[in-house]
């Protein structure tokens, strides 16, 4: 072992040290790192930063755009929804089809991204359900690890480990590769935490710090809106058809609020804001609000041509991601006390309906269009989540009070989700079909997302995840460090030398927990950068194929179930679900355990060790 050797290995410990204390930020270590290899002369400056001109950097980086443009075209939240209808009342339905869909999410886009935006619906579902969130927590993380086994694209490790094999001059694996491991797995973590589900926490209670913050639902109870509530079909041969709904005067003829109208167009169907000008359709569907629960509706509807229609829950939470509510008070100076509802024309001036007064602390109910504001009086408008932020900037006649917690999950280009559709196919047909390389396709899907407008130039930019790409590129260098002073053949040589005797198989179970164990205190992706060339030097020392052993290096790296701190998947359900240290370590590390015997009998199936 060579002086320069010496002084690499005290480098990565040092880092590794830094990574599991997580101090400093991991991204400012790798930095440290850029800035230090070149001082000590270990590496050119080109070496250091050769990361950054790294295929799979950009790769990542690209995919991170894609994931936000489904996450703004508002399919990810889609899928909360069917989640939530799915499963009903069944916990073991909903832990199935919440790891279903976590792991068919995260195989296309951040699995972080996707347990940060699963966590307040799994969080919904528990109030609802009754249940603690330590039961479903654990899963939900899990299943996003399982997910970076599902294809090439899932997770930054799988992409190292490519990025390795065309650097030695190899095809690398294709994007459906990793697939029949990942489902196994899947499949075998969906058994198992069925099982382990019932030492996860079941007495505990969800708890929340402060004052919670206010939902539609509460917002409808407050102005008792559930009950007022329907869903109208407009018929052919209506009298309403093809005229404004200002002309029309519903609601102070009949007490027939408009708030909004569903429209079916082609495959889909668009939510329409309902402003004074929206002229009405046949095969419509409008979203009322009645004036008073107690109205017999059926003459009303007979006369005006419109049939009721099912409503299984409340039309704000179904259409919660574009319909929002928000409830306004009147600051001292405004003018706007003393006025009636109908002069406030909130409809032709804000495009928001009233539809709820509140007075003394009583939701108003009747026809309240004539009704005289006083200066307490609170109001509850409804309408496109854009209109309401634009209604924030009436500061001198209204004042927005704290909008309801579904405004975080606003999506602004909704609209356009059949077009990140498109673009998502059109990514993964090219992937698969390898007519031009991965980070081409990825970038051309970028270009084509932005081009259709479901995602702008600045929220691209947000939706890169800065520090993962530098965390990759300062731990790139550590990789060709070790090479030039033979770091990776002592390691190769040590894995020889400690169980070469037993075979093939015990080698590769060897290099899966060396990885998982490295991974368990260390950043993933950074073990999968120095993994990786251990791996494919260990292959080429036996003459064996580097793929298998390049694989269980890539499922080894996303099998960080063991510890909070191997990922930051873990460490974002381990506050919801109120869990300690150890509980990942009892219930990881059996999992774990499965996954090693599963990847040493499988991946040489897959991947043969010598092929003909």
């Not at 320069?4 to 930095?31: H, I, S, Y």
């Not at 850029?34 to 950097?57: I, M, R, Y």
């Amino acid at each position: 072992m060579n002086a320069e050797l010496l002084l690499v290995l005290a480098m990565l410990l040092l880092c590794m040290g830094c990574f599991a204390a997580n101090k400093p930020r991991t991204d400012v270590v790798a930095l440290v790192v850029l800035a230090v290899f070149p001082l000590t002369g270990l590496l050119t400056v080109q070496q250091t930063l050769a990361g950054f001109s790294d295929p799979a950097v950009i790769l990542i980086a690209a995919l991170f755009v894609v994931g936000d443009g489904l996450v703004r075209t508002g399919i990810v939240y889609r899928l909360g929804d069917w989640l939530v209808r799915v499963s009903g009342n069944s916990e073991i339905r909903l832990l199935i089809l919440l790891m279903l869909s976590v792991a068919v999410l995260g195989s296309i886009m951040s699995s972080t991204g996707v347990v940060a935006i699963f966590i307040p619906v799994v969080l919904s579902i528990c109030a609802r359900l009754n249940i603690a969130p330590g039961r479903l927590m654990m899963p939900l993380a899990f299943a996003a690890l399982i997910s970076g086994m599902q294809t090439l694209v899932a997770t930054p490790p799988n992409m190292v480990v490519q990025s390795e094999l065309q650097r030695q001059g190899m095809d690398g694996f294709h994007f459906f590769s990793f697939t029949p491991i990942g489902l196994v797995v899947l499949l075998m973590g969906g058994g198992y935490m069925l099982l382990a589900r019932r030492w996860l926490n079941p007495q505990l209670e969800a708890g929340q710090s402060g004052a919670p913050r206010l939902k539609l639902s509460d917002l409808a109870r407050n102005y008792r809106l559930k009950e007022r509530e329907l869903r109208l079909k407009v018929l052919p041969g209506s009298p309403l058809l093809e005229q404004q709904l200002n002309e029309l005067a519903l609601r102070k003829e009949f007490g027939i609020n408009v708030v909004a109208i569903e429209r079916q167009q082609r495959f889909r169907t668009l939510l329409l804001n309902a402003t004074g000008n929206t002229l009405v359709q046949a095969g419509d569907i409008l979203l009322v609000d009645l004036a008073d629960p107690s109205m017999e509706l059926l003459p009303s509807c007979q006369h005006l041509g419109l049939e009721p229609q099912p409503l299984s829950h409340s039309y704000f939470s179904f259409h919660a991601h574009e319909l929002g509510l928000a409830e306004v008070a009147f600051p001292p100076e405004s003018s706007l006390p003393g006025k009636t509802i109908q002069q406030l024309a909130f409809r032709s001036q804000y495009k928001l309906n009233v539809v709820g007064l509140r007075r003394k602390g009583e939701a108003l109910l009747g026809v309240l269009v004539d009704e005289v504001l006083q200066p307490a009086d609170k109001l509850l408008v409804a309408g496109n989540w854009k209109d309401i932020h634009q209604l924030q900037q009436q500061s001198r006649d209204f004042l927005v009070l704290s909008l309801p917690a579904e405004v975080d999950e606003v999506t602004p280009a909704a609209r356009k989700a059949p077009h990140a559709l498109f673009c998502l196919a059109l990514m993964v047909l090219l992937m698969v079909s390898g007519v031009v390389p991965n980070v081409i396709a990825a970038l051309i899907t970028c270009l084509l997302m932005g081009a259709l407008r479901c995602i702008d130039l600045n929220s691209a930019y947000k939706a890169i995840h800065w520090p993962s790409l530098i965390l990759i590129v300062g731990m790139l260098p550590f990789a060709l460090a070790l090479q030039q002073t033979g770091g990776i053949d002592l390691a190769v040589s040590s894995l020889l030398y400690l169980v070469g005797e037993r075979g093939e198989y015990a080698l590769l179970a060897a290099l899966f927990v060396l990885t998982a164990v490295t991974g368990s205190f260390v950043s993933n992706t950074a073990t999968a950068v120095l993994m990786a060339p251990v791996a494919v030097s260990l292959a080429n020392s036996l003459g064996a194929s580097p793929y298998p052993f390049a694989m269980m290096v890539a499922v080894a790296a996303s099998a960080a179930f063991m510890t909070p701190v191997s990922s930051p998947i873990n460490t974002l359900v381990l506050q919801p679900g109120k869990y300690r240290f150890f509980d990942f370590v009892r219930i990881g590390t059996p999992f774990t355990g499965l996954v090693l015997v599963v990847s040493v009998l499988l991946v040489p199936v897959l991947f043969p060790l010598y092929p003909a």
